[in-house]
């Protein structure tokens, strides 16, 4: 089943709901990046103990994963453009979930760093495949809607990962976690077989070799445009990883807030990043997405500089902080659907490898950002500020040089 914009009402109910399935299933997919990355964060320490293992060793798990993550979608996104997506996403997902057993199976952190940057090169098939495959089947208004859904899945799941990570470490160990993860790959594997069609039909394939895949993905990067969401993207990615790896340091060592009182704190503003979803797709039938990536830049942007002015001023507080951080993740929610469904309906021809830029141009640059922000967060909650002020700036400098004066959609 192909579904896109010309889809009649008659298509009834039993079609209504079987798009709503694959939609399901494509944010479940979305998913899968931000559960791997947090769910075991909370188990470091256990962990360290365990394998015997510093924790800069353990911390590398996290690079190893991420770095992963960029080269599986960087590979998987355009090959698929040659190959059909059901196959590799079938693939990546198997692989993903036996590949968390062997993590949790390690012997030793060099084997457990060897196998997160394969769990994360495999787990990439499910993010920067589903993108490609809501290009392929939806088209018109529907998309960025849909697109809106993707960008909430990935901001209430770094929130989610660790909370779920924190219950599992209650009833077992740092391997139950990765345990988890396996069972999480094998259902999602159950529902591709079960749910999601082949949705690039042999006859729009790239004819030529591997290689022209691979030139497609350069060829995007020679347009305007797509090179603007692109790097839209990846800075507003870099955003939200300096404020999650530099947030904790400052509410809980700058000013002394609990761990439940951060909690909230990231909850609420991750609800922020939902809302504006949430408004993005509302509007996104009636208002031109570059305008709403526009308006997303310059919320998340003033934000920023207000946090900065207001601590270099009158000094830090928690709420002034909070307040600014808000904002800023709204922004940053916005950003996220937008830059994703205008780069993907520019690259709509090769969209596996638009998708392959988009996905990991994102996590490479918060893979760049979050130790930048971690490493000086813990006296002042200025250098958090200052990095994501930075990064949303060039975000806005790549919108209106490469975006903006874009053909009209």
């Excluded at 870099?238 to 009182?261: K, M, R």
Aim: hydrophobic share 60%.
């Amino acid at each position: 089943m192909v579904v896109t914009a010309k889809t009649t009402p008659d298509a009834g109910r039993a079609g209504t709901r079987r798009t709503a399935a694959i939609i399901v299933l494509l944010g479940a997919l979305t998913a899968v990046g931000p559960f791997a990355i947090d769910m075991y964060v909370p188990g470091f320490p256990e962990m360290g103990r365990a394998l015997g293992a510093s924790d800069s060793a353990v911390q590398l798990s996290m690079t190893a994963f991420l770095a992963g993550l960029v080269v599986g979608q960087l590979l998987i996104g355009p090959l698929s453009d040659k190959l059909g997506r059901r196959g590799p996403l079938l693939a990546g997902v198997a692989l993903f979930a036996v590949l968390s057993l062997l993590c949790a199976l390690a012997p030793g952190i060099a084997a457990l760093n060897v196998a997160r940057f394969l769990q994360g090169v495999a787990g990439a098939a499910g993010m920067v495949l589903a993108r490609a495959v809501l290009t392929d089947l939806f088209h018109g208004p529907r998309l960025p809607r849909y697109f809106s859904l993707l960008g909430m899945v990935l901001g209430v799941a770094p929130v989610a990962a660790p909370v779920l990570g924190t219950a599992v470490l209650a009833a077992g160990s740092w391997r139950t976690v990765f345990v988890v993860l396996a069972t999480f790959g094998a259902v999602l594997l159950v529902a591709v077989l079960a749910l999601l069609p082949e949705s690039l039909p042999a006859e729009r394939r790239h004819a030529g070799g591997v290689g022209g895949t691979f030139a497609a993905m350069a060829g995007l990067l020679r347009h305007r445009a797509f090179l603007g969401c692109a790097l839209t993207l990846g800075f507003a990615a870099a955003a939200l990883f300096a404020y999650i790896a530099g947030s904790s340091f400052v509410f809980q060592d700058v000013y002394g807030s609990s761990a439940a009182f951060y909690s909230l704190v990231f909850a609420v503003n991750a609800g922020g990043m939902l809302l504006a979803g949430a408004v993005f797709g509302a509007l996104a039938g009636r208002v031109p997405v570059r305008a709403l990536l526009g308006c997303s830049i310059a919320l998340g942007a003033a934000a920023a500089l207000a946090h900065v002015l207001l601590v270099a001023t009158v000094g830090g507080s928690p709420a002034i902080t909070w307040g600014c951080l808000f904002f800023v993740a709204a922004g940053i929610g916005g950003v996220f659907p937008a830059s994703m469904s205008l780069g993907q309906a520019l690259g709509r021809h090769a969209s596996g490898a638009a998708s392959a830029v988009l996905g990991g141009t994102q996590f490479l640059f918060g893979a760049v950002a979050s130790p930048v922000a971690g490493a000086f967060g813990g006296h002042s909650p200025l250098p958090m500020a200052v990095v994501m002020l930075v990064v949303l700036v060039c975000a806005g400098v790549a919108y209106l040089t490469l975006v903006r004066p874009g053909s009209a959609e």
